[in-house]
């Protein structure tokens, strides 16, 4: 649903060292698993790390990373931010494509620009500088940071 180009997102945190031979704890903050599988390069500020094996831990993952192979240097990658290129996935709409974006229903009329995404259990809701809330799950069509299409039910913007 968005353009070509690929940033990069922050996907997960290093929280401590697990064992003697450099696993790490990890706190995966998306729910694309396979950002952990064996191969994949996760950037950080310490530089680019690689993906020997990963496992289910509670609600993380046990990692072990090639170049973290002690326990001490386990220990300096402690709170690092990991990050990596957006996958490209059409059926995702990605958050940093909605803002200032501008909303449009079915019949073209326009409803207000994007200033916000609220999470909420049932749907993460469009924040419009209206003060409208749309939920997620009525937008149709995204041109990243430009215009989104949603197909509400009436009465929603009243």
């Known amino acids: 649903m968005s353009g070509a180009r690929r940033p990069t997102l922050e996907v997960g945190r290093i929280v401590k060292a697990h064992g003697l031979k450099g696993q790490v704890l990890v706190d995966l903050w998306t729910d694309r698993s396979e950002r952990l599988d064996a191969g994949t390069q996760l950037l950080s500020e310490l530089g680019v790390l690689v993906v020997i094996s990963s496992a289910r831990h509670q609600d993380r993952y046990i990692v072990t990373f090639d170049r973290i192979d002690s ?26 494509d909605l803002f200032g974006a501008e909303v449009v229903d079915a019949d073209e009329i326009v409803r207000g620009v994007v200033v916000d995404v609220e999470a909420n259990p049932a749907s993460d809701l469009l924040v419009l500088d209206s003060g409208a809330l749309v939920p997620l799950t009525f937008v149709i069509d995204v041109v990243a940071n430009e215009r989104i299409v949603v197909d509400v039910p009436e009465g929603l913007f009243e």
């Open 71 to 96: 326990r001490d240097e386990a220990e300096r990658w402690r709170g690092v931010v990991l990050s990596a290129p957006r996958l490209d996935d059409e059926s995702v709409i990605w958050i940093d």
